[in-house]
């Protein structure tokens, strides 16, 4: 595309990119100079965010056309760099190569399933979207199963969905908002929450998804920058070579037998036998339930007794106290606390994972478990890709149904440069660590351990200790969150505070895009298929608008406040979103493309059949949602409930819309309409 707005565009962001590169050429100079570390931070909070802010200025609108779809007017290259800005994520940026660096081989299940799933949306959905040219998935689903009460009861169900899913979404974007903010600012957990808050609300709020598209192709420059940048660093410092993907080939037979070295290595041996004998323990108080928790709890409470007696000092004083304070409250809690412990304590008794070897295991049928959990973690993620409502909105917001096309592409060139640099720094980072910390001496530990051991000390993101006395590192003593693997990765390569700078400030713009479009298919939903469709269909333009930004304001309040609970890791409240999104909406979406007999009844009861067995296995397979792991079907995982989903929805759509009246004509020739080549 060569219109005068594309290069007007190109010019704009050309533009931008290049003061991108002064501004961290200045900080590393100021860096150089003296400057100390948290105005580093500071700097690159505050200039991001003003960025943002400017240009959901600049870009502010009350025209509905602008507001909701960007006036159908982005051209494809830069649709496909909003798209993938909206689609890495926290989770893509923050915690998939550190899922890579803890799982190994499994890990590459979250790369395939999302790269998978744009094929899909390439495929069965997005043009098709396009060529329908509305404003929400909800209008699709009213427009192809029904018009009238029909039609009004579908959207208020694809309401509910787009909700449900999205707000799960949105709230890991908003938890990982508040983790990097309160590491580089300085500021409490929750503070970090709602600063990066405003930073959301103002771009969302004053443009919609006009001011939202601008602002994504900002953030997917800052994200490339940021993430190349360490990758490659590490790459040239471990494999002589400036390609991550080249020194990850390189490297990886090196960390195989460094792996397979440490899996035999005595004094680790020591470590994990110290593990063994705490999960040992913990089984037995658990065994002993209901008495060991009342002997335990008089045990706490006879050590404080007695350190108060003899007159201990202070910080003995506060160590017992603090030990009862967190004894459990009751014998339910203790069973569900003491497991955990014991889960994790196995966890950290087994040998290190070999990064390579796909689906390890100790028995023939823990690895067909494994391979098989990893087959459905791929099918959620594709099928519930292609289903996100967030995601689909964009393939509205292009001139024509061949510019969706093209941006598809695009969107999976710009995510590709990212995702295929992911298993390379997993890789480079765990070698770093096998090779540089484990073996290293306690007493010179680098001082990036001591800064994310402190960021939160209620649940500890890093914990390195010195199990076996021996005041070497082991490899077992280190304790590290998959959410703070790129985030420390700067540090841990020995590069400039001001690449963590940037690193964060790519964190942060991953986890703001996404979150501007989620809780945009939110307030859209809301607004546009619920006030305006249904409840005041009269209202004019200033008002639509004016309640869609009044709805996105207490809907992001309402997340914001969820994350401060610290619900989960982002990566599991990241897949609960795309088990729930691929069954509920996938079967009736595709069905409403591709099989004119489908019908509203179909729809309704598939997509009513697919959300009750999602979240029922969700319920039924997840200990942390009161379930057990003995409940789960043929092993698979409470994230992967979507290969249950999808086929209830789907056999309860094809079934209902059998045994009910077909569509009328006017519903058909819509399907034909959506499924007829554009004429150009």
């Not at 009004?152 to 169900?157: A, I, K, T």
């Not at 149904?401 to 980072?429: C, G, N, Q």
Request: charge should be positive; glycine fraction near 8%; charged fraction near 15%.
């Amino acid at each position: 595309m060569s219109t005068p707005f594309f290069r007007k565009l190109s010019r704009y962001y050309l533009i931008f990119t290049a003061c991108f590169g002064a501004f961290l050429l200045a900080l590393a100079m100021l860096e150089k100079e003296g400057m100390p570390r948290l105005w580093i931070g500071y700097l690159f909070m505050f200039a991001t965010i003003v960025l943002y802010a400017a240009i959901g200025l600049i870009s502010r609108t009350s025209n509905v056309a602008e507001y909701y779809v960007a006036g159908r007017r982005v051209p494809a290259m830069f649709n496909g760099m909003a798209t993938a800005a909206d689609w890495i994520s926290a989770a893509s940026f923050i915690s998939l190569a550190g899922g890579l660096y803890l799982h190994g081989f499994d890990g590459l299940a979250y790369i395939m399933g999302w790269t998978g799933g744009y094929c899909l949306v390439a495929l069965l959905i997005g043009p098709y979207l396009r060529r329908f040219g509305q404003y929400t998935i909800p209008d699709f689903f009213a427009a192809r199963y029904g018009g009238g009460f029909e039609g009004r009861s579908v959207r208020l169900m694809a309401v509910s969905a787009t909700i449900i899913v999205s707000f799960t979404y949105v709230v890991a974007q908003i938890y990982a908002v508040g983790l990097i903010a309160s590491r580089f600012t300085g500021v409490d957990f929750s503070v970090g929450i709602f600063l990066g808050l405003a930073s959301i609300l103002v771009c969302s709020f004053l443009g919609g998804m006009r001011a939202i598209t601008w602002t994504q192709v900002a953030q997917y420059i800052i994200i490339l920058v940021a993430f190349l940048m360490p990758a490659m660093w590490l790459a040239v410092k471990h494999g002589g070579n400036p390609v991550p993907q080249v020194a990850y080939g390189k490297l990886l037979p090196q960390l195989s037998a460094r792996e397979a070295q440490l899996a035999h290595d005595e004094k680790e041996g020591e470590v994990r036998e110290v593990f063994l004998q705490r999960a040992e323990d913990f089984g037995v108080r658990l065994h002993g339930l209901p008495f060991s928790w009342d002997s335990g709890r008089q045990e706490a409470q006879h050590n404080l007794d007695m350190v108060k007696q003899r007159n201990g000092s202070l910080l003995e004083i506060r160590a017992a106290e603090r030990a009862l304070a967190a004894y459990p409250k009751s014998v339910e809690e203790a069973a569900v606390v003491w497991t955990a412990q014991r889960n994790a304590a196995l966890a950290r008794a087994r040998p290190p994972v070999k990064h390579a070897e796909p689906f390890p295991g100790d028995s023939r049928a823990q690895s067909d478990q494994k391979r098989n959990n990893f087959l459905a973690l791929v099918f959620c993620l594709m099928v519930g890709t292609a289903a996100l409502p967030h995601i689909l909105m964009r393939s509205y917001t292009t001139p024509s149904v061949r510019e969706t096309r093209v941006s598809v592409f695009w969107t999976l060139f710009f995510i590709l440069l990212v995702y295929l640099t992911i298993p390379a720094l997993a890789v480079l980072v765990k070698y770093d660590i096998y090779s540089s910390l484990v073996g290293s001496d306690f007493s010179r530990l680098p001082t990036w351990v001591s800064y994310w051991a402190n960021v939160d000390k209620a649940n500890p993101l890093l914990s390195i200790s010195d199990i076996n006395a021996d005041g070497i590192v082991q490899l077992a003593e280190i304790l590290i969150d998959g959410d703070v693997l790129v985030l420390a990765t700067p540090e841990i390569a020995g590069l400039p505070y001001v690449v963590s700078g940037l690193v964060a400030a790519g964190g942060l713009a991953a986890a703001l895009s996404t979150a501007d479009g989620l809780l945009l298919a939110i307030s859209n939903a809301l607004s546009h298929d619920v006030y305006y469709k249904i409840v005041d269909p009269n209202a004019s333009t200033q008002k639509r608008v004016t309640i869609s930004k009044l709805l996105l304001l207490a809907v992001a309040f309402i997340a914001a406040y969820a994350a401060s609970t610290k619900p989960g890791d982002i990566l599991s409240l990241v897949g609960a979103a795309f088990s729930l999104a691929a069954s509920t909406l996938f079967p009736a979406l595709v069905a409403g493309v591709f099989w004119q007999r489908a019908n509203h009844q179909g729809a309704m009861a598939g997509m009513v059949a697919g959300f009750i067995t999602c979240i029922y296995y969700m319920l039924h397979a997840n200990p942390v949602l009161g379930g057990s792991i003995d409940g789960q079907w043929f092993g698979i995982a409470a994230n992967s409930a979507g290969v249950f989903g999808v086929p209830a929805g789907l056999a309860m759509l094809v079934a209902v819309s059998l045994l009910t009246p077909k569509p009328d004509a006017r519903t058909m020739a819509l399907v034909r309409h959506i499924r007829t080549p554009e004429s150009q």
